[in-house]
């Protein structure tokens, strides 16, 4: 029986880091593969292409084309094969930073990962998504090794959508409670062993940063503020949640949020907002105390992340699709094993109901 704990080889979070983003890959050669969006090449080709050429480094500068494909995957590494790159950069949003990570895993090279929004949790983990050209996720991979160097530069977080940084939000506001999950069970995480005291340490700062600064953080990313607050949700959302996952471990709010994304409805909504609910739900199949409910409903109010079926684009009229939902997501297989008990589909449908109840009363 072993205890794993994983993480990145460097985090690195402050303002106006991507301008100098030569300076803090310097260790991994001189020539990067650098990967980016259409939007992000637009937004920093130009500052990250001087940063590097400054310093005497000369990137091969790619944009990404739009999905996690294995046809993506092969001809990017293909070009970085070919021009003979030292490391991969990826910049921009989860998709662009995972095929980066795929690249370096095929040509064996260091990974820097770049998050330009604290969405989800997806900088910091050695895995990475792959999905159909229709963009249909097709298999999680747990790769061998996780980034060297994940770079943040908060600045530009704080600049983004908010409802982007909101959505981050809960998708951290699960780690704690998934984590206690499986220290209970003596369930294993994402990187293959049991939860450490350092794991479970971090799922609980996750869990407390996030109540004490998320409503703040909102409302000064809206003034396109980058304040204490902003860096302490960008450091919660990326690193406290990506650590904290992937070393403490899933349960049932993940397992809901699979199930929900089989209801068509539930694509116009994040990741991080279908987590959210999510963890609502695994508190009241928990039967947790009223007292902590009742706190993680108010943060979700405070911030806006969705506490009734209305706010996911459903109503209680929609009980098939939603015991659907619920079916999926008690998968055995999945992560609602994690739990100290046998979680059954009409266990998750009532609890779907009871978190649009409470959702309504505390409205
Ligand atoms: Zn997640």
Not at 155 to 165: Q, S, T
Not at 323 to 348: C, L, R, S, Y
Request: contains cysteine; hydrophobic residues 40%; aromatic residues 8%.
């Amino acid at each position: 029986m072993s205890y794993v704990f994983v993480s990145p080889g460097k985090y690195i979070q402050g303002k106006g880091l991507l301008q100098d983003i030569a300076e803090y890959t310097a260790p991994f050669g001189k020539k990067p593969f650098v990967l980016l969006s259409k939007g992000g090449m637009n937004r920093f080709g130009d500052m990250i292409w001087k940063s590097f050429t400054d310093h005497g480094v000369d990137p091969v500068m790619k944009t990404f084309g739009g999905e996690v494909t294995k046809k993506e995957i092969e001809n990017q590494a293909a070009i970085a094969d070919k021009e003979g790159c030292d490391y991969a950069v990826g910049i921009g949003g989860g998709k662009v930073t995972d095929t980066a990570k795929f690249v370096a895993w095929k040509l064996k090279l260091p990974t820097v990962v770049c998050p330009t929004i604290a969405a989800t949790d997806a900088p910091t983990p050695g895995r990475a998504v792959l999905y159909s050209e229709e963009g249909v996720s097709l298999k999680t991979y747990q790769l061998p090794r996780n980034p060297e160097l994940v770079l943040v530069d908060a600045e530009i977080i704080a600049k983004a959508p908010v409802r982007l940084l909101v959505s981050g939000m809960g998708d951290a506001l699960a780690t704690r409670f998934e984590t206690a999950a499986c220290l209970k069970t003596s369930s294993k995480n994402p990187a293959g062993g049991y939860t450490t005291v350092a794991g479970a340490s971090l799922a609980e700062a996750c869990y407390k940063t996030l109540i004490k600064y998320g409503a703040q953080a909102k409302q000064d990313a809206m003034n396109k503020e980058c304040s204490l607050a902003v860096e302490r949700i960008v450091e919660v959302n990326t690193l406290l949640s990506g650590l904290g996952f992937e070393s403490g471990g899933l349960a049932s709010a993940h397992a809901i949020n699979k199930g929900l994304t089989h209801i068509k409805e539930w694509d116009a909504y994040y990741h991080g907002e279908k987590v959210a609910f999510g963890t609502l739900c695994q508190l009241i199949l928990e039967d947790q105390d009223p007292e902590l409910i009742k706190e993680v409903f108010s943060f979700c109010k405070s911030v806006g992340l969705p506490t009734t079926l209305e706010e996911i684009g459903l109503t209680e009229k929609d009980e098939e699709k939603l015991k659907q939902a619920a079916a999926v997501a008690a998968d055995p297989a999945g992560h609602t094993k994690n739990e100290p008990f046998k979680v059954a589909p009409d266990m998750v449908y009532q609890a779907f109901m009871k978190v649009h109840e409470i959702g309504h009363q505390m409205a």
